[in-house]
């Protein structure tokens, strides 16, 4: 499949929230009420937040979002933090999420960061993430939850 991989637009959100039950199964369904519609605003807005699709001809299949992060240490270079990483079930395993993510490492790049990271809770997902190129072992995520969850 050839898909295209853009910044998500505004009016994109619908297709995004859709993706999302995939995501985190069983997670509420994110609605598209105030609350949502404006931190979507917020986002959208913010040059250094990215939202990153993949869509075939007919839909968004794919998304991701890519954070630039400023920074004062490593010479005040950025780096990125790359987050809510997920592909339509009946989209998987066709190289997509790995184009997804070679596409932000490679925005993060142009950006100036040094680097990239990524949190993964999801076993399963973590050699899709080497695959991809990212490093599971040089060094340890920690993660304080406020949402119970």
Known sequence: MTETIRRATPEDLRAILSLYPYLNPGDPVPGNDARVT????????????????????TMIVACCVLVIIP?????????GLIENVVTHPDYRRQGIGTRLLHHACETARERGCYKVML??????????YEHAGFDGFSKRGFVKRFDGR
């Open 38 to 57: 404006g931190a979507w605003e917020k986002i959208v807005a913010d040059p250094d937040h990215y939202y990153l699709v993949a869509e075939d001809a």
């Open 71 to 79: 920074n004062l240490s490593r010479d005040a270079t950025p780096y």
């Open 119 to 128: 949190l993964s809770g999801r076993k399963e997902a973590h050699p899709f």
